[in-house]
């Protein structure tokens, strides 16, 4: 049975016994900025299992699209997924666990005509907050499942809780028989040799959880859960989704077009750039922050693994086609924003090939000279220089650490990190203060001029040029930025020419106000991106640059002079320092 046969029979049988059928939910939670993805089907319903009413009633049955990337490191395996698809059906204080459990047991073995005798099933033990569910255990006998079939498990199999406060309950899980051996006479569903598979969770939702402990909810809801992916490849006899047509093709053109051959590699990229297309068709994008880092995440590892069975990074587009055709009739918004998905995906691939190409060369010679002197640690002042100089990700530091069987220290990285973070803050403040303070004419020009520079340092020396600090006088301005090297005599007058170029053209320098993402999505420069609010004020002049700035700017470039830069030296490790002045 094909993933889309096993959605619509879901979807029908619920109907036929009721229940409304309400569409998915955006990945992207509406109004919640507390959660990243939507990650369960119950998510967008919380309200409504707290009483509120649902205009669709109180039997509720859909299809969500979920993303969970908390488990992102192991995709590749042969189960682990980003993206997933999760039916669904819920109670909002109507039917409670007789019927759930009847209606669960009627869908898998005369819908999905599972043999019983594959069936186990678990249901809660029983605890000091909430009593052994002998209800379910019952109900379940009535239905048909063997007493041996199910086993009693305490809150760390049989409870679900989104996170740590809110609705919850004991639930009760459904697990499939694969046939395989048992691991030993004690296998159990519980036990993760591969013989048992859940495949459904009802959750009875009676309880409401806050910091001083559980209370009973108004109303008695059920909340199920059933995974597309895991169930279309059961019910076709495959070992991993990958082998089931939601996958088969992107899988099997990757054999094709790969070099090397991986079957990790070729997992992460079918896996990632699915998740990737689905999070960019409902609205996501790119960036370097929260749902953006993660999709940004996504998309570079991927990247990276196409790289590494060296598949031809133009075949992106060839790829992303075919996956789009594959899943265009489980998700029409795939095929309506075709063209946005291969813009986005492909920018970024550009935007990251740069990095990854300084990044990776920096990263050999560090490791090979480590090699020489007999380590075999990759300390964390070297991931952070690589993140910091070139805009390399510290996971992809870790991954070739890992590839190269050298150790590494996340640790010493993430304080450093910190450390850096909460410098640049302080820094940040005070440069705020002092800009605030005074502010005559020549600092405003010279805060103009550190916009031109920096726009000029990026396309004489490259992207990975990112402001590291900036400080103005009446008389000077200083700008330290990252580059790894000192820049020769031509770099350094293609810069001062660039910058001149720009001011006799008298580009008019306009201030605008935007929503951050949205500044981050149009390629807004920005040193502290974390502390600024959710509009912000951007400095844009003309098509040269876009900044996040407090200002003040002067209103057309052509007020600014002449710019010569008088010095330019080291700084800190992997930062230079210019000083220059307006004559
Ligand atoms: N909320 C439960 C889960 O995510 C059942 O839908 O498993």
Known sequence: MKAIEIRNKYLNFFKAHGHSVIPSAPLIPENDPSVLFTTAGMQPLVPYLLGQPHPAGKRLTDYQKCVRTNDIDEVGDNRHLTYFEMLGNWSLGDYFKEESIQMSFDFLTKELGIPVEKLSVTVFAGDKDCPRDEVAATCWKKAGIQEDHIYYYGKDDNWWIAGETGPCGPDTEMFYDTGKPACSPNCQPSCDCGKYVEIWNNVFMEYYKDEKGYSKLKQQNVDTGLGLERMTMLLQGKETPFDTELFKPVMEKLTELQKVDKIESRRIIAEHLRSSMMIIADGGRPSNLDRGYVLRRLIRRMIRHMNKIQIDLNELSTIIDLNVDNLKDLYPELDKNRETIKTVLI????????????????????????????????????????????????????????????????????????????????????????????????????????????????????????????????ERMRFDFSHPSKMTEE?????????????????????????????????????????????VTVYKIGDISLELCGGPHVSNTKELGHFKIKKEEASSSGVRRIKAILE
């Open 347 to 474: 920018e970024e691939k550009d935007k990251f090939v740069k990095t990854l190409a300084n990044g990776e060369k920096e990263f050999n010679k560090e490791v090979a000279k480590l090699k020489q002197q007999g380590k075999s640690i990759v300390d964390g002042k070297m991931v952070f220089r690589l993140y910091d100089t070139y805009g390399f990700p510290p996971e992809v530091t870790k991954e070739l650490a890992v590839e190269n069987e050298m150790e590494i220290s996340m640790e010493e990285f993430d304080k450093l990190f910190k450390e850096h973070q909460e410098k640049s803050r302080a820094g940040a403040t005070q440069k705020f203060k002092g800009g605030l303070a005074s502010t005559g004419e020549m600092e405003t020009k010279y805060h103009t001029a550190t916009h031109l520079l920096n726009a000029a340092l990026k396309q004489v020396l490259g992207s990975h040029v990112h402001q590291r600090g900036s400080n103005i006088t009446e």
């Open 491 to 535: 770099e350094k007058k293609q810069t001062e020419d660039l910058v001149n170029q720009w001011i006799q053209a008298g580009i008019p320098v306009e201030k605008l106000e935007m929503k951050k993402e949205e500044a981050i999505e149009q390629g807004a420069e920005a040193m502290f991106i974390e502390k600024y609010g959710d509009i």
